[in-house]
């Protein structure tokens, strides 16, 4: 069972690499964030019970247009910082006369990679890149961005029980947006099924109990 | 701040709400979870917490004594305010009420007005000269869509619970209030949004970004329709207009049962 941590909270006096969550000052490290302790040999950091999503290079995220521009969109991530797709990162070039904005007009959903994450916080995203793809479709979930590795599961255990069982297209942003695929009566299980998992996410046999929500759900319909 | 609606999420609630469903399992005619609590502070005569689903309101009412309006010497004052602090979503801005903020503010005044729901002229103590003045503040603490009836169901609660402090010649003395301020009508506002071409009761966050219009009728116990506010750039035709208040008179009787103490 993980330890909850409180900010200030003096975590360790031994040195140690730090990860998210947490600072060192006055020889020591401090908790940052109200969260669980995730304290392994040489390592420590705090996992946020809440808050915005923080950037992260490599990251997958969900996000919409909400602007475009000439040579770039601007996307919301639901993150504090300005996250921009460069026109040069579309997944192809344009054609004749087309404008970026008849490529991606604002509203669009995008499933983009986190390319860069500069020092000052700027975060630049690519749609180059082996997975990623333009939303045409479906209905994009808010979750808390801290519950979305129990959303997806040890090895994708979890989000393919969702997938599988619930019978629909599902993807999870590390940004805390889980977009749904499939029929209206199979969307509203798949969310329900979220909704229990953000709820419950500290139990424990949690991907069973899942597979058989759903499979009951779905045999009511 | 505005915020953006991704085409695919706007598209699929419509088609939800188009096909007699709302994506929280509710009917079109359907409201969510209501709590009332009143008497919440001391310091305010009265005082009360709605929520209505995840949206929560905080109506105080305060009393002092002021002039009355030349037109109204008679009369008792209302003054309604309401306030969306940042706290309670992230479009809301810190600063001056704007528009949003207003409207809500209005919509609450003239429905209360509107029905006559405070006694202004048992409010009167010297005409012409000194008025009980009321004060009714509107803090949303937590914005999930449908702030117009949280809001009214907040003040008239409110209303209802206020007692008034006692006056000593020219003295208001706050720590002891007695008799509860003069209401005689409980007017309740329903709000319908129209998503597509359907209209369904109590609008969630998520229906409110997306809607095409929305209507708010305030009622009273007889039934009678006693304000009404249209938003949003849609439009709802004649038949619509008619349908929705025939609903909404009759889901208030629903609510006005929630006010009985």
């Given at each position: 069972m993980r330890r909850l941590v409180i900010p200030g909270e003096l975590i360790t006096e031994r040195s140690v690499k730090l990860g998210g969550g947490v600072i060192a000052e006055d020889g020591g490290v401090h908790a940052s964030t109200l969260g669980l302790l995730d304290e392994r040999e040489g390592y420590v950091r705090v996992i946020p019970l809440s808050g915005r999503y923080n950037p992260k290079e490599g990251d997958f995220v969900i996000g919409v247009v909400s602007e475009a521009q000439n040579t770039y969109w601007v996307l919301d991530i639901r993150s504090p910082y300005r996250s921009i797709l460069p026109g040069s990162e579309f997944h192809r070039e344009l054609r004749g006369n087309e404008r970026l904005r008849d490529l991606l007009p604002v509203g669009s959903a995008v499933y983009a990679r986190i390319k860069e994450v500069t020092k000052t916080k700027g975060v630049f995203t690519t749609l180059r890149w082996r997975g990623t793809r333009v939303l045409n479709e479906g209905y994009l979930l808010d979750v808390s961005p801290s519950k979305i590795p129990r959303i997806i599961g040890k090895k994708d255990s979890m989000i393919n029980v969702l997938r599988k069982e619930g019978g629909c297209k599902?993807?999870?942003?590390?940004?805390?947006?889980?977009?749904?695929?499939?029929?209206?009566?199979?969307?509203?299980?798949?969310?329900e099924a979220i909704r229990y998992i953000e709820e419950n996410s500290h139990r424990g046999g949690l991907t069973d109990h899942i597979k058989e929500m759903i499979t009951q759900k779905r045999s009511e319909i | 701040m505005l915020e953006i609606i991704a085409d695919i999420k706007r598209d699929y609630i419509k088609r939800i709400v188009e096909s007699g469903k709302r994506l929280d399992g509710r009917g079109p005619d359907d409201y969510r979870e209501i709590k009332i609590e009143r008497d919440l502070y001391k310091t305010a005569e009265g005082s009360a917490l709605v929520s209505i689903g995840g949206t929560q309101v905080i109506a105080g009412v305060k009393m002092i004594l002021g002039e009355p309006f030349p037109?109204?010497?008679?009369?008792?004052?209302?003054?309604?305010?309401?306030?969306?602090?940042?706290?309670?979503?992230?479009?809301?801005?810190?600063?001056?009420?704007?528009?949003?903020?207003?409207?809500?503010?209005?919509?609450?005044?003239?429905?209360?007005?509107?029905?006559?729901?405070?006694?202004?002229?048992?409010?009167?103590?010297?005409?012409?000269?000194?008025?009980?003045?009321?004060f009714l503040d509107l803090h949303v603490l937590d914005y999930d869509g449908n702030l117009f009836d949280a809001s009214t169901l907040a003040s008239i609660s409110a209303l209802l619970s206020a007692k008034m402090p006692k006056l000593e010649d020219d003295r208001v003395i706050y720590d002891e209030r007695k008799d509860p301020l003069p209401v005689k009508e409980k007017p309740i506002s329903t709000t319908y949004a129209k998503i597509g071409g359907t209209v369904v009761l109590d609008p969630s966050l998520e229906e409110e970004q997306v809607l095409d219009a929305r209507l708010t009728l305030a009622t009273v116990e007889s039934g009678d329709l006693c304000a009404m506010q249209k938003g949003g750039s849609g439009a709802f035709t004649k038949e619509e207009v008619l349908n929705t208040i025939d609903r909404g008179i009759e889901k208030a009787k629903e609510l006005r049962k929630l006010l009985k103490v």
């Open positions: 599902i993807i999870a942003g590390h940004n805390g947006v889980v977009w749904i695929e499939g029929s209206p009566e199979r969307t509203a299980i798949i969310i | 037109d109204m010497p008679n009369q008792g004052v209302l003054t309604t305010s309401a306030e969306l602090i940042p706290m309670a979503s992230p479009t809301f801005e810190a600063g001056p009420p704007k528009p949003p903020a207003i409207e809500v503010a209005r919509v609450v005044d003239r429905g209360i007005r509107e029905s006559g729901a405070i006694d202004t002229e048992k409010l009167c103590i010297v005409e012409g000269e000194k008025v009980w003045v009321v």
